[in-house]
């Protein structure tokens, strides 16, 4: 089965204490999907139900599929400038 | 001649207005942001940016392209600093030149309130007493001053 590596930035590399989580990966997982699975590991049950995602570097919708080959990364709220 | 970076050295202002200066332009408008001694009421004493880089880069480079295409204004600096900062030091700076003001402003203007909304890039304040804080700007004590 292909794997996924999700990073992770900011608070939320903190709240699941790694800059990065691999997740096994079944055709036609959304982003939507891929949030789920996240919340259930240990420490990620306080992440918001929508957090925004990134594939390839750029915002991702809930509904967009994710493949094997993609750059995938949760977004915290961010707070430059 | 449009350019973002996100760097670790000091920020240089001046080098931002000759990078974007030409005898075409009759206005500069330059947009600095500083680290601040509170916040939230409380005493900072230092604050240390991170970001996700590859991303942060291409959502300024996006950024870019839209106030070009809204203000027409195509000699456009923006550098962003992460790392641990110090209080007063830069930040962030966005130089923008066009022919008249009015361009000028409001493309600093909206290439900072975007940066503020979407670009990959975090911070965490150090405080006085010894804690630090990731600042998350949604947060609802956080909304008014955002």
């Not at chain 2, 402003?105 to 804690?131: M, S």
Request: aromatic share 6%; charged share 20%.
């Amino acid at each position: 089965m292909s794997t996924v590596t999700v990073q992770l930035f900011a608070s939320y590399a903190d709240m699941l204490g790694a800059p990065t989580v691999e997740l096994p990966l079944t055709p036609g997982t959304t982003v939507q999907d891929l949030v789920r699975r996240i919340r259930s590991l240990p420490g990620a049950s306080s992440l918001p139900l929508a957090p925004r995602v990134a594939i390839n570097r750029s915002f991702a919708g809930s509904d967009q599929l994710i493949e094997a080959s993609d750059e995938v990364a949760l977004i915290p709220p961010v707070a430059g400038g | 001649m449009s350019r973002a970076s996100i760097l670790t050295s000091e920020i240089d202002p001046t080098s931002l207005i000759n990078e974007v200066g030409s005898p075409q332009y009759g206005a500069i408008s330059l947009f600095i942001g500083t680290v601040r001694e509170v916040n939230e009421g409380r005493s900072v004493s230092a604050i240390e940016y991170s970001a996700y880089k590859s991303m942060a880069g291409a959502e300024l480079d996006r950024i870019l392209d839209e106030a070009e295409a809204r203000f027409g204004v195509s000699a456009l600096v923006v550098e962003h600093r992460i790392g641990l900062l110090a209080l007063g030091d830069i930040s962030v700076a966005i130089a923008a030149a066009h022919a008249h003001r009015a361009p000028a402003l409001a493309c600093t203007r909206y290439v900072i309130e975007e940066i503020k909304k979407r670009v990959p890039i975090w911070k965490q304040e150090h405080y006085t007493n010894g804690t630090r804080e990731w600042v998350d700007p949604t947060h609802a004590s956080q909304v008014s001053r955002a």
